[in-house]
T-cell receptor
Framework: EAQVTQNPRYLITVTGKKLTVTCSQN?????MSWYRQDPGLGLRQIYY???????DKGDVPEGYKVSRKEKRNFPLILESPSPNQTSLYFC????????????FGPGTRLTVL | AQKITQTQPGMFVQEKEAVTLDCTYD???????LFWYKQPSSGEMIFLIY??????QNATEGRYSLNFQKARKSANLVISASQLGDSAMYFC????????????FGKGITLSVRP
């Protein structure tokens, strides 16, 4: 089944404790992206990757890191989480053109205390 | 910069009736894609329908159709024969060449279907 998987689905952590949210897709997509969703703000892009070893900042990259060592994986790293990073996070992937929908993972609900 | 505007705060529709969810967009690009996603209370993002800027016909997918009016820069979603399972948040989004190839989302519209 074609899908984007994320883990964990739910996470409660404390300020400053490094964490990684994994994202994997099995559709051989070049493009992958991370979004965060906050009430009243819609979804905003954090980081994106056009292909292996090619990553760049989105609209709200502060406090996050990513890597793309393999085509299928695109982990999101929070080196020192803070309460303002409490949010619903989505990983998405798609073929490289704008004429294709992005496939979303199930989301990761993160709470930073 | 790209912008998506969804101004309806919340919509109600009777089961089996049709409903239109409004979306206007702004971009200076000639090539772009318009998308609608559904987010039920469980949280996942479900792709519904796509319209390309050069498509002459309005897109349709089952009970979903997109009323694309390019000159007015609007891309309204029409849901026919509403079902209780259609109750969800609906997001209009746009993708343009460059601009990180990201999806630019509107703030969403909550749809409630009444039995």
């Amino acid at each position: 089944e074609a899908q984007v998987t994320q883990n964990p689905r739910y996470l409660i952590t404390v300020t400053g404790k490094k964490l990684t949210v994994t994202c994997s897709q099995n559709m051989n997509h070049e493009y992958m992206s991370w979004y965060r969703q906050d009430p009243g703000l819609g979804l905003r892009q954090i980081y994106y990757s056009m292909n292996v070893e090619v990553t760049d900042k989105g609209d709200v990259p502060e406090g996050y890191k990513v890597s793309r060592k393999e085509k299928r994986n695109f982990p999101l790293i929070l080196e020192s989480p803070s309460p303002n990073q409490t949010s619903l996070y989505f990983c998405a992937s798609s073929p490289g053109t704008i004429y294709n929908e992005q496939f979303f993972g199930p989301g990761t609900r993160l709470t930073v205390l | 910069a790209q912008k998506i505007t969804q101004t309806q705060p919340g919509m109600f529709v009777q089961e089996k009736e049709a409903v239109t969810l409004d979306c206007t967009y702004d971009t200076s690009d000639q090539s772009y894609g318009l998308f609608w996603y559904k987010q039920p209370s469980s949280g996942e993002m479900i792709f519904l329908i796509y319209q390309g800027s050069y498509d002459e016909q309005n897109a349709t997918e089952g009970r979903y159709s997109l009323n694309f009016q390019k000159a007015r820069k609007s891309a309204n979603l029409v849901i026919s024969a509403s079902q209780l399972g259609d109750s969800a948040m609906y997001f209009c989004a746009m993708r343009v060449t460059g601009a990180n190839s990201k999806l630019t989302f509107g703030k969403g519209i909550t749809l409630s279907v009444r039995p």
